[in-house]
């Protein structure tokens, strides 16, 4: 009885959990959400009713009996069709392998963190990922040592200067100065955001070794300016009195702003920046950390877009610096920004984290099983090979050995093999690396590349994308052999349509005419003075205004002509103005006041254009008893109104 009834509520609601269907054509189907889909991204505009569902859908379901036509004829086969497929999915694969949870938050925390500008200090002791285990102990009692001092009140300068193996640490004193966000690797710059302001960091790791950072000041951002410099360089080795020389042009030069001159026509007259002085000394638009602080610190200084700032000195020579424009950060991001900053993440190496994430999803999502444990059988296994050595048969493993399945594909030994020979002609990827990070290295390029492999399986987004391109394309295919070529090419099916219908294409009353689109009354001006002289000579007068001017001559019937000024041979219409600010006229060279008929070859591509209608209605008649159409009228009643 519970299996009857068990049965019974699981034939009345599957149409609930799975879809409802809402038209049948042969065995294919069109479900509820796949129309209400393709409704809505159609008709943005449309109010949905009865009427707007009902002549969306007949004309949805033309669009998919062509395209199950197109694949009866195996269109999706054809060599054109698998290329721009592959073209195609090859473009937009990568959109859907990011973690997005993650990157959102990645986005958000560099948001937040943008907002403020930190002043930092460290301490570095080298220890590479692949440096000697003994070497490894002595940087890590070294910056032990630098920590206790610290903890024991020594300032961190000199602890700097005793300890930190930065080669300017002399010159700096272990100070780097002020970051925001994305100028340090991204770990650095998580523990600079957490520690607090006149606190130091527990010692922590990096790829190049041990740090211990200090927060000495915080600020809010500065955010992003753009300006442009005159910089007078100072000669090599220079003396104190070259300085001074350099000091008094740049003097002059800064009197001659003030007084009025160009700046941008000084920056290319004696600027000594080779990058920027031909672009009138303008400079890319930056942020804190980009240039030499006393650089940054004059510019931000400027108080509004525009002003100059006096001679500045740094190593290079003197400054004279304008601001063009500045930007703020923002107390809250839009979506735009986020945007900008997930985009900017992508090109960070910090999008390793969210790879990480995205992974483990993927392994999730393909069932990822490992059969193979990678160790130290494994490895003994991959260097006998590499060395090109027999391996000991004792480990039980051989090239047929499987590694790992994602979904129901095997990964054998073989594969890894082949792997790690491979990178033998990049020996950079792997150079301090241990075997058991570059086997995740493996697993996670063959997991990515399976998941994009097989996508449409994993994200129904992405299927869809991918589907509605192959039936756009199927769709043109289709049509170009089965109506638009058949019908142009036929030239006596033409002219007897043309023959059974020729009083539908009567000319109306109208003119024969000469249109005239110009940029402005002063262009038309022009053409009717030209024309008045000597009407056979409108296509000189034309081409004498520089391609200013496009001109169309023909029959035309009065709806075409410009304006609703009467019709009279010999004469211009009003001159009408276009919504582009551009402007319309037509001079009339002989007036049709009733309608006459059109010559086959007049109405040609009239006539085209509805023997084409007319045979896709034929097709399209055949097509449905190929395939019976049945639309569920209670599913299309429930549409949502």
Known sequence: MKNAVLLFFLLAYSNVFFGQTLVRYGNHKISKQEFLAAFHKNNTSVKATDKAYRDYLNLYIRYRLKVQAAFDMKLDTTAGQVTELQNFRSQIVDQ??????????????????????????????????????????????????????????????????????????????????????????????????????????????????????????????????????????????????????????????????????????????????????????????????????????????????????????????????????????????????????????????????????????????????????????????????????????????????????????????GDWIAYRKSLKSVPALINGKTNTEIFDMYRQIVAFDYYKAHLEKYNANFASQVSEFRDGNLLFDVMQLRIWNQASADTAGLRKYFESHSRDYWWKPGAEAIIFNAPGLSSIQKIENGIEKDRSAWRRVVDSLGGQVQADSGRFEQKQLPGNSRVEAGHFTEVVTNADKSVQSAYIIREYKTATPRTFEEARGLVINDYQNELENQWIAELKKKYPVVIDEAVFKALPK
């Open 96 to 413: 859907y392998t990011n973690d997005e949870s993650s990157l959102n938050a990645m986005a958000r925390e560099a948001f937040t963190r943008s907002r403020r500008d930190l002043r930092v200090s460290y301490i570095f002791v080298a220890a590479p990922k692949n440096a000697a285990p003994a070497d490894t102990a002595r940087a890590w009692q070294k910056i032990q040592s630098a920590y206790q001092a610290l903890k024991m009140g020594r300032e961190f300068g000199e602890t700097a200067i005793q300890f930190s193996e930065d080669p300017f640490v002399k010159d700096n004193r272990g100070e780097i100065g002020f970051i925001t966000v994305f100028d340090l690797p991204y770990a650095m710059e998580t523990v600079a955001y957490q520690t607090g302001v006149g606190k130091y960091s527990p010692v922590f790791r990096t790829d190049g070794g041990y740090i211990i950072l200090k927060k000495t000041a915080e600020r809010a951002a500065w955010g992003r300016i753009h300006v442009a410099q005159i910089l007078l360089i100072f000669p090599y080795q220079a003396t104190e009195k070259d300085k001074a020389e350099t000091h008094r042009r740049a003097d002059s030069i800064y009197r001659l702003i003030r007084s009025g001159a160009d700046f941008g026509e000084l920056a290319r007259k004696f600027s000594g920046d080779n990058l920027s002085y031909q672009l009138g000394g303008v400079l890319p638009e930056f942020g804190i950390g980009k240039y030499e602080g006393g650089f940054e610190n004059t510019a931000f200084d400027l108080k509004k877009d525009g002003d100059i700032s006096e001679p500045y000195a740094s190593s290079f020579g003197y400054h004279i610096i304008k601001r063009i424009s500045r930007k703020q950060i923002p107390a809250f991001a839009d979506q735009k920004i986020l945007d900008d900053l997930k985009e900017k993440i992508k090109s960070d190496p910090r999008v390793a984290v969210s790879r990480k994430q995205m992974l483990q999803t993927i392994l999730k999502q393909t069932h990822f099983q490992q059969l193979l444990v990678p160790g130290a059988s494994l490895w003994e296994y991959t260097d006998s090979l590499l060395q090109n050595k027999k391996p000991s048969p004792k480990s039980g493993i051989t090239d047929q050995s499987v590694l790992f399945l994602l979904s129901d594909k095997k990964y054998f030994v």
